[in-house]
């Protein structure tokens, strides 16, 4: 089919329904030309034949008389990007005075009872679930899951897991010597570990501990005697047919830490080294196996609340 509007011939050898004649042609053209007003002669190319001066005239959308595979719209902007976007107003603010108390008071906040670092010595042995050619990265973190001070004392229990995230070039292909082809991975573990250690109040000192205690009181009990006694004689003792008692419980502050900041000092061996080719050059290696020789430094704070008497400003 040639369609004689003014710009290069096209040509469609696609069957043509003759009720339908020249709908095809006319949408493509109002995609061509952005119109829905077109006029025009074509030169029908058929099974029969050819038929030339058909005037084809196309006065408003053709959507709903065209088969339901013929699509008016482009291919690239069926599914295209939605963006919504708007400019946000200034909102106007007003200050305000900032009050607060001036004339004394008791407050409860926390108190640092101490301020101190902690050094831990660690040995570690990690087997990696692949072979390895290079470390890529190593990044730590440090968890605390346990810092207790025994009471009456100044012992303090510390838990914790450094949490390590491995980058290594895992053992893939080689082409001779000239280089060698491998993935990027990452393996995320846990390394534990735990310590005592004894605290110097360098700060304030703990509140004393108060204990619960337990009273037992018991009422006087009179009863008169048996006739064998004489009428002054009387029985006085406990009453034993009742138990009496007061009890009293004291909820202490428990001392808390905070951690306040952490360094890692650590040096790795790779064990087990191999070459992973016998072409390759002399400084390639794999490995699976690493040996962690770590220096932990944590610095706590210790605290506990106390009721502060706050002086008149």
């Given at each position: 089919?040639?369609?004689s509007?003014?710009?290069?011939?096209?040509?469609?050898?696609?069957?043509?329904?003759?009720?339908?004649?020249?709908?095809?042609e006319?949408?493509?053209a109002?995609?061509?030309?952005?119109?829905?007003?077109?006029k025009?002669?074509?030169?029908?190319?058929?099974?029969?034949?050819?038929?030339?001066?058909?005037?084809?005239?196309?006065?408003?959308?053709v959507e709903?008389?065209?088969?339901?595979?013929?699509?008016?719209?482009?291919?690239?902007c069926v599914?295209?990007?939605?963006i919504?976007?708007e400019?946000?107003t200034?909102c106007?603010?007003?200050?305000l005075?900032?009050?607060?108390?001036?004339?004394?008071?008791?407050?409860?906040?926390?108190?640092?009872?101490?301020?101190f670092?902690?050094?831990?010595?660690?040995?570690?042995?990690?087997i990696l679930?692949?072979s390895?050619l290079?470390?890529?990265?190593?990044?730590?973190?440090?968890?605390?899951?346990?810092?207790?001070?025994?009471q009456?004392?100044?012992?303090?229990?510390?838990?914790?897991f450094?949490k390590?995230?491995?980058?290594?070039?895992?053992?893939?292909?080689?082409?001779?010597?000239?280089?060698?082809?491998?993935?990027?991975?990452?393996c995320?573990f846990?390394?534990p570990?735990?310590?005592?250690?004894?605290i110097i109040?360098?700060?304030?000192?703990?509140?004393?501990l108060y204990?619960?205690?337990?009273q037992?009181?018991?009422?006087?009990?009179?009863?008169?005697?048996?006739?064998?006694?004489?009428?002054?004689?009387?029985?006085?003792?406990?009453?034993?047919?009742?138990?009496?008692q007061?009890?009293?419980?004291?909820?202490?502050?428990?001392?808390?830490c905070?951690?306040?900041s952490?360094?890692?000092?650590?040096?790795?061996?790779?064990?087990?080294?191999?070459?992973?080719?016998?072409?390759?050059?002399?400084t390639r290696?794999?490995?699976?196996?690493?040996?962690?020789?770590?220096?932990?430094?944590?610095?706590?704070k210790?605290?506990?609340?106390?009721?502060?008497?706050?002086?008149?400003?």
């Amino acid at each position: 089919m040639v369609m004689s509007w003014p710009r290069p011939p096209w040509k469609s050898s696609i069957p043509i329904n003759t009720e339908k004649v020249g709908l095809k042609e006319l949408a493509d053209a109002k995609n061509k030309t952005g119109t829905d007003n077109y006029k025009t002669e074509v030169e029908l190319e058929t099974s029969e034949g050819k038929v030339k001066g058909i005037e084809l005239v196309l006065s408003q959308p053709v959507e709903d008389d065209l088969d339901d595979d013929i699509n008016l719209l482009p291919a690239q902007c069926v599914n295209g990007i939605q963006i919504t976007a708007e400019s946000q107003t200034e909102c106007p603010n007003t200050p305000l005075p900032i009050l607060g108390l001036t004339d004394g008071l008791i407050a409860k906040i926390p108190i640092i009872l101490s301020r101190f670092t902690v050094q831990i010595h660690m040995d570690s042995i990690i087997i990696l679930p692949e072979s390895v050619l290079e470390i890529k990265m190593i990044h730590k973190n440090i968890i605390i899951t346990q810092s207790i001070l025994a009471q009456n004392s100044n012992i303090l229990f510390i838990r914790g897991f450094i949490k390590n995230n491995i980058s290594y070039a895992a053992v893939g292909c080689w082409n001779s010597p000239k280089g060698i082809c491998s993935d990027i991975r990452h393996c995320t573990f846990h390394i534990p570990f735990s310590c005592t250690t004894a605290i110097i109040y360098n700060g304030a000192e703990p509140l004393p501990l108060y204990t619960n205690t337990i009273q037992e009181f018991e009422y006087l009990y009179r009863e008169e005697l048996d006739p064998t006694f004489t009428e002054k004689d009387k029985l006085l003792s406990a009453d034993f047919s009742e138990y009496n008692q007061i009890s009293m419980e004291f909820f202490n502050e428990r001392p808390y830490c905070e951690l306040e900041s952490s360094r890692i000092v650590d040096f790795n061996e790779f064990l087990d080294c191999t070459p992973p080719d016998k072409d390759l050059t002399l400084t390639r290696r794999q490995f699976k196996k690493i040996e962690e020789k770590t220096v932990l430094f944590l610095t706590f704070k210790l605290l506990q609340d106390q009721q502060v008497a706050i002086p008149r400003f």
